[in-house]
């Protein structure tokens, strides 16, 4: 009882978060697995060079086209290897690293380039928003796989260009949420009232508005992530976006697809991975957005 | 001397679409359509006038947060710099707002202490260390307490939160106050308090209020001067207590006679149907539709204020004839 | 209405036109046009010739002008590869992907949207917690993946279907049936949603509250109002067909227009890209419109709401 009157009077420390965190303490044990999956694929990311027993571009000409352990291999190549003797679980941890950091920074530069946008729209109205819209609708009528074909087409291929490219992915959901929330938020509400203070567009758009739209863009961002990872995989898959030596998730399975009747593990590995990661933050985004924003379908 | 605040001859239009489809036009909506006034120091202007007719408007004129479409606001003598301007963001020290809905007004996501020490930071007063204790202690005098500092609004009463918007509102020390149907979201006994305190401020701090409002009753109590205002205008508009007791102009009598509890017996002026459209102002005097005194000058003129022998103006082409049949 | 459509239409241009000048302005900013479509060694004579042709020594804006001009009777150069109009090149492919895209389509709805509606008329039974699963796992799955898949199993264990190649209709099946499992996934998904919305809706509960059967409440009022998000997202996949099609195509040896593009990037075929660029623009603009169109004739709500709007 006394237990019970103390804890309802305490005053409530950051409303946003206790409440997230009581919403989110009964996590269903799918989810659970899904975290763990992706915190081993984070570990993986980071510690990539120390994890991976061999060089990826070191051959291993004895052990051509080895089986996994599954399949009779030998502990020393747990995931087999590949043509040209390559050990197939360090060509996967590096690709792991490319993959994830590929997706991490498209995913950010979406997120930032998308809600300054709608920022702009928003705040300068008139023409400025109608170039956004205009942006929009063009970005939400191609089918982004085209435009970064042809941009790549155009271009050439660099790591940098397709990392920013990939950054291009979604971000007019970003701007559309954030325009669509801003504009309600200057209409009337907290915003309004901050700018009637005297708050200059820095405190307002980064101090209010900002921290109120995070837990929607940061739902948006799960599915930013694995939409980036099938669009890199996809087009490095098919020889156009991450280029070797470099490897990718996306290049291996394309190059496994060459020895798909003889080595059919060195696509399944990289191909599992790929399901596994974009599943797991699939769902766990589903799961955020259950929980935290019902607005967001 | 001169007056804090005067708004000279504003307008503010908006252009609207009308109806839909293939017709679909453009009219120009009328929000407010030359309206004056002035609020000395110290003093309290009560605005009424039914939904619509262009209060909320008035009072973001007032405060610069949006720009006339023709005549001028100005503040010590000073035309109102464009909202958004650093000068502009600066006079915010001076001039402040009041909600009708304070939970809108409020972030969510920030402790209410915070949020009343904001406008010390926006505007560089004070030391760091000061902030936390002007807070603790406007939040005093508008009756919060202490350990309410690190509540989220949520946690709060309505009246508790529309005492968070008047001390945000009143940490800087402004000297006028529009006030937005500040108690209309309120219950009965919680708006006596909030009025109580918003005249107690005013008797302390020398506070000017601009007070809109559509209950005439809290009107007539907390305003020195009123100003009735239909479809964008001012109709009537003098000492509060005056034009409670003698309404003039015939909405103003219709709007008082709707008063439940003034109700000594006097002849009720019922008001038929609803205002027309404020981007369909009717020619003549815009009240003429619903007007029971109505001829056929209320028709083509426009009624501008004419003052009286009180010291009040009305704009009305009947008024001495109206007001006759009211003492006979 | 008429001024709706007008209005959509007006859109659907400036949609064309805005990738029109997309493509212009980055091949601008790409190099040099000339060198870039014709490739580095081409003879000087030709190099001229071509600049001359596009008018590549005028003023930027008459480049422009010229460019759309050129644009709108569907030249758009020819391919470096074997100097044909690279026009004629794409639409000469455009028979194949209708071919495996058309039958996925079919496909895709005949599956998810009963699929969809079952899951949201038994919600949190076990059939749709299955279809739900199923779904994610069908859209998180990449095509290409599900290819390879397919072809492990059904060519190179089973050795049922060929793994690649044109020459029979048979071929045709694994990349339909690629194309036709993560579309139904994403269908079911957005129907159920659609749907339980629908089911949640006060009219709906009205209606049953009347004492209407169940089965008309459904058939009558659920279903025609889930209906108007579904159009949205079936508009959006007959837009978007082309552009799955290119792994697909690509894993199948199958010769689309996918294909095409993907070797057309590969060799900075800039001419054939280009006109790509143009006939899938055209392909989604076409269906959004048709989208738009059918929301209108669905809803007449949104009709006079969205004729106002933007
Ligand atoms: N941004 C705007 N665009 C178009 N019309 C507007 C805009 N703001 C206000 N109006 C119109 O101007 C008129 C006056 O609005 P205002 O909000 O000032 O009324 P009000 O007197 O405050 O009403 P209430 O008592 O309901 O708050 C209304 O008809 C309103 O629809
Ligand atoms: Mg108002």
């Known amino acids: 009882m006394a237990l019970n009157d103390t804890t309802l009077s305490a005053p409530t420390p950051a409303l946003g978060l206790r409440k997230a965190w009581r919403r989110l303490r009964s996590v269903p044990p799918l989810v659970t697995l899904c975290i763990a999956w992706l915190v081993l694929m984070i570990v993986t990311a980071l510690a990539a060079n120390l994890l991976a027993p061999y060089s990826i571009t070191a051959f291993d000409l004895k052990a051509r086209l080895a089986p996994t352990l599954l399949l009779g291999g030998k502990l020393a190549h747990p995931l087999g290897t590949d043509e040209l003797g390559r050990d197939v679980l360090s060509r996967l941890i590096v690709s792991i690293r490319m993959s994830l950091l590929i997706a991490f920074f498209g995913t950010l530069i979406s997120t930032a380039l998308g809600t300054t946008l709608g920022f702009l729209a928003a705040h300068f109205r008139g023409k400025v928003e109608q170039l956004v819209l205009i942006a929009i609708d063009f970005q939400a009528s191609m089918p982004f796989m085209i435009i970064a074909l042809s941009v790549l087409a155009f271009f050439g291929n660099s790591l940098l260009l397709f990392v920013a490219l990939m950054g291009f992915n979604s971000w007019e959901r970003y701007a559309r949420i954030t325009r669509g929330l801003t504009l309600a938020a200057n209409e009337q509400g907290y915003a309004s009232a901050v700018r009637q203070l005297g708050a200059g567009p820095a405190r307002i758009y980064g101090l209010h508005i900002l921290p109120n739209i995070a837990s929607t863009l940061i739902v948006s961002m799960t599915l930013t992530f694995p939409e980036i990872i099938l669009l890199e995989s996809g087009l490095s898959f098919l020889g156009l976006g991450v280029q070797p030596p470099l490897t990718s998730l996306g290049n291996m399975v394309g190059y496994g697809r060459e020895y798909i009747t003889r080595a059919p593990w060195i696509m399944l590995a990289p191909a599992a991975v790929i399901v596994m990661t974009t599943f797991s933050i699939s769902l766990l985004g589903d799961w955020l957005r259950d929980r935290l924003d019902p607005t967001l379908r | 001397m001169s007056p804090l605040l005067e708004a000279v001859d504003l307008h503010r239009h908006y252009s609207v679409r009308t109806g839909g489809g293939l017709f679909a036009g453009k009219a120009v909506l009328r929000a407010v359509d030359g309206v004056s006034f002035r609020i000395r120091a110290g003093q309290t202007l009560g605005l009424v006038g039914e939904s619509g007719c262009g209060k909320s408007t008035t009072g973001k004129l007032a405060l610069g947060l949006i720009p006339p479409s023709s005549g001028e606001m100005r503040y010590d003598g000073e035309r109102m710099p464009a909202a958004g301007s650093p000068a502009w963001r600066a006079l915010r020290r001076r001039l402040q707002m009041v909600y009708q809905d304070p939970l809108g007004a409020l972030d969510r996501r920030l402790p209410i202490g915070t949020q009343i020490a904001e406008p010390l930071v926006i505007h560089g007063i004070g030391a760091v260390s000061e902030r936390r204790d002007r807070a603790l202690s406007i939040m005093e005098s508008v009756g919060l307490q202490r350990h309410q500092f690190g509540r989220y609004p949520h946690e709060l009463s309505g009246g508790q939160r529309q005492r968070v918007v008047l001390a945000r509102a009143l940490i800087t020390e402004p000297r006028l106050l529009v006030c937005d149907e500040p108690i209309s979201a309120l219950d009965v006994s919680i708006q006596a308090q909030v009025v109580n305190l918003l005249l107690d401020l005013q008797e302390r701090l020398g506070i000017a209020y601009l007070f809109i409002s559509h209950d005439l009753r809290i009107v007539r109590q907390v305003s020195h001067d009123v100003a009735v205002m239909y479809l964008g205008r001012i109709v009537e508009r003098g000492d509060a207590e005056n034009v409670f007791a003698r309404p003039a102009h015939p909405y103003t009598r219709a709007l008082v006679s709707a008063i439940p509890t003034v109700g000594d017996k006097r002849e009720r002026i019922l008001l038929g149907g609803d205002p027309p459209s404020p981007a369909n102002v009717p020619p003549g005097c815009s009240f003429h539709t619903r007007c029971p005194f109505a001829t056929a000058q209320c028709r083509s003129e426009i009624p501008t204020l004419q003052p009286q022998d009180d010291g009040r103006e009305v704009a009305c082409h009947r008024v001495r004839e109206t007001a006759l049949r009211l003492v006979a | ?310």
């Open chain 3, 1 to 310: 209405m008429l001024l709706f459509a007008a209005s959509r239409l007006f859109r659907a241009l400036l949609t064309i036109l805005f990738v029109m000048t997309f493509a212009f302005f980055v091949l601008r900013a790409s190099g040099d046009p000339a060198l870039l479509i014709l490739s580095v060694d081409a003879p000087p004579e030709a190099l001229a010739a071509f600049r001359k042709a596009w008018g590549l020594d005028q003023p930027i804006w008459q480049q422009y002008l010229a460019y759309i001009g050129h644009a709108l009777t569907g030249d758009f150069g020819k391919s470096m590869r074997d100097g044909r109009p690279a026009i004629d090149l794409v639409m000469e492919r455009v028979p194949a992907t209708l071919a495996i895209t058309l039958p996925a389509l079919a496909l895709k709805l005949g599956i998810g949207i009963p699929a969809g509606i079952y899951a949201a008329l038994h919600r949190n039974t076990f059939a749709d917690r299955m279809t739900m699963a199923l779904s994610v796992a069908g859209f998180t799955m990449p095509s290409f993946v599900l290819a390879l898949l397919l072809v492990l199993i059904f060519s190179v264990t089973l050795g049922w279907l060929p793994a690649s190649g044109n020459d029979s209709p048979v071929n045709a099946i694994l990349p339909i049936i690629t194309l036709g499992t993560a579309g139904a996934a994403i269908m079911a998904r957005f129907t159920r949603s659609a749907m339980q919305e629908v089911l949640g809706q006060p009219f709906v509960r009205a209606a049953s509250a009347k004492g209407l059967s169940w089965r008309r409440v459904i058939s009558h009022h659920a279903l025609p109002n889930a209906a108007i998000p579904t159009v949205t997202i079936i508009g959006f996949m007959v837009g978007s067909l082309v552009a799955g099609a290119v792994v697909v195509e690509s894993v199948f040896a199958w010769p689309g227009i996918g294909r095409l593009l993907v070797s057309a990037v590969a060799n900075r075929d800039l001419a054939v890209v280009q006109a790509l660029l143009m006939v899938i623009a055209f392909w989604m603009v076409m269906a959004n419109l048709a989208v738009d169109l059918a929301y209108g004739w669905l809803d007449p709500r949104v009709r006079s709401a969205r004729a106002g709007g933007h």
